[in-house]
């Protein structure tokens, strides 16, 4: 049974915004009394020593019945009630947090009788836990407090709550504090989201997977926007066929005056060897923009075990590599750990036999936790999972004719429609000025019809990614199912 420290330095919880939106809708229907509900949470640490609490299963306890008058304070949860959701996260290594309301909207904290509650009975819930914190949550209809007791007896509060979906919202037990004033590159776009957005976005960690010709645009939008640190991962080298829709890229990073078909076969291998790797040009061009902004790369696969722990860290997660392999990462992170993403790509479209283009679209497809995942959507291809995952020598085993795979066209602004798309989606969920009835579906640019789609988003409950069944991944943080990682 995998471990992990609960020695945090901060502790934030995480919901999905269907779950936030239906617990609020439970402790504020307008009565103005108070109600009772408990989090059933996965546990996920940063690699900086943040402690994120996941939000899994909302369990809504039903007045008079689940919730009652107390014998000491004003209000309780059953013991049954409280028994079955303990035995529940034991069995299943999560985090209990039993949750009341009180009034006020942007502050909230513990009332001294709930205090006298909680060292009343979570010494006892500890023991049943089994190695797992266990909690409780107050909640203001903008705020959330928290006390979290964890296995060794010490106890800690909860730092501050993050609410995803189609926007981003952080509450805490009072209003965070403005930012200082946003330097004076920014201020074209500060007077639309204000100096707090421009905060967010400096403090914002993205990755990007694939740093070509989408995750070079993407690369160059986000420092411009101001984001301060990226994780980029990519495992190839610039090429010569790269440099029309690679931005920042050069004939010198391809080596093109030595791998003209003229030179010999031992200078072409040299310069595509010694060619830049692209995460280094999207470095280079996200300093260019924001000589602040923090940037790791990782020329390697983000397959690798390492790499994919990277993402771990992240506020947001951009797909612009098309394997299958890459997708079923990707939907796997979003949905264990609950970090936002999206999956970005253009594709031409052609018949085999008589060369005609039969289509050409840029896609943009959200993903987040509680909207349905790939898998649910049917954009993961077992087969070419499976063919990704045989070696050199068993494809050419299978291949019916001796070629290898024909290279997809790319054209740079096919791939500028999907980045900007996907920026700006960031851009609003980050700042929080997306529109609350914004489409969550799948956008599908085709620029020959000059039209736009949109394909909504399916889920399935039973779902071993997206759905919340005792075989799925869905918000368990470190302790739930191994990533799909090489090895």
């Not at 983000?302 to 951009?318: G, H, N, Q, R, S």
Request: with cysteine; proline share 5%.
């Amino acid at each position: 049974m995998a471990e992990i420290s609960l020695n945090g330095k901060s502790w934030h919880l995480v919901m999905p915004e269907d779950m936030y939106d239906r617990l609020q809708t439970h402790l504020f229907p307008g009565d103005g009394d108070e109600h009772g509900a408990v989090i059933e949470a996965g546990i996920a640490r940063t690699s900086d020593g943040r402690i994120r609490l996941l939000a899994r299963t909302l369990h809504l306890a039903q007045d008079g019945v689940d919730y009652v008058p107390g014998k000491r304070g004003y209000r309780m949860l059953k013991a049954n009630f409280i028994r079955d959701r303990v035995l529940e996260c034991r069995d299943e290594r999560l985090a209990y947090l039993a949750i009341h309301n009180h009034g006020g909207t942007t502050r909230v904290g513990f009332s001294s009788d709930d205090f006298d509650s909680h060292e009343r009975g979570y010494p006892a819930l500890r023991d049943i836990a089994r190695g797992m914190p266990v909690g409780a949550l107050v909640f203001a209809r903008e705020a959330v407090a928290g006390d979290i007791w964890l296995p060794d007896g010490s106890r800690v509060a909860l730092d501050s709550a993050a609410i995803i979906g189609r926007r981003l919202r952080q509450i805490a037990s009072a209003p965070i504090a403005k930012p200082k004033h946003s330097a004076a590159d920014y201020d074209r776009q500060v007077r639309m989201f204000g100096d707090a957005g421009q905060n967010i976005l400096r403090n914002a960690r993205v990755a990007i997977i694939g740093l070509g010709g989408v995750g070079s645009l993407l690369a160059q939008y986000l420092a411009r926007l101001g984001v301060g640190y990226f994780i980029l991962i990519d495992p190839d080298r610039i090429d010569l066929t790269n440099l029309p829709r690679v931005v920042g890229a050069t004939r010198f990073d391809a080596r093109a005056f030595f791998t003209h078909p003229d030179r010999p076969a031992w200078m072409r291998r040299l310069a595509f060897a010694t060619a830049t790797p692209k995460v280094k040009i999207a470095k280079r061009i996200i300093h260019r923009a924001n000589p602040h902004a923090q940037v790791d790369t990782f020329q390697a696969d983000v397959l690798e075990p390492a790499v994919a722990a990277k993402l771990l860290d992240c506020d947001y997660i951009f797909l612009a590599a098309d394997t299958m392999r890459a997708r079923l990462l990707f939907n796997a992170v979003v949905h264990q750990y609950l970090i936002p993403g999206v999956q970005v790509g253009s594709k031409v479209v052609h018949d085999k036999d008589s060369g005609e283009i039969t289509g050409v679209h840029s896609i943009v497809r959200p993903v987040t936790p509680d909207c349905g995942c790939l898998w649910c959507n049917q954009l993961i291809n077992r087969a070419k999972l499976q063919e990704e995952g045989q070696t050199e020598r068993e494809r050419q085993a299978q291949r019916y004719v001796d070629e290898k795979s024909i290279v997809a066209p790319s054209v740079i602004t096919l791939n500028a429609v999907g980045a900007s798309q996907a920026a700006n989606d960031f851009l609003f969920y980050m700042t929080g000025l997306t529109s609350p009835d914004a489409s969550r579906g799948y956008q599908r640019f085709e620029p020959r019809r000059r039209a736009v789609a949109l394909d909504g988003p399916r889920r399935s409950w039973e779902c071993t990614e997206c759905g919340v069944g005792s075989k799925g991944r869905l918000a368990r943080g470190d302790l739930g199912k191994r990533l799909p990682v090489k090895g």
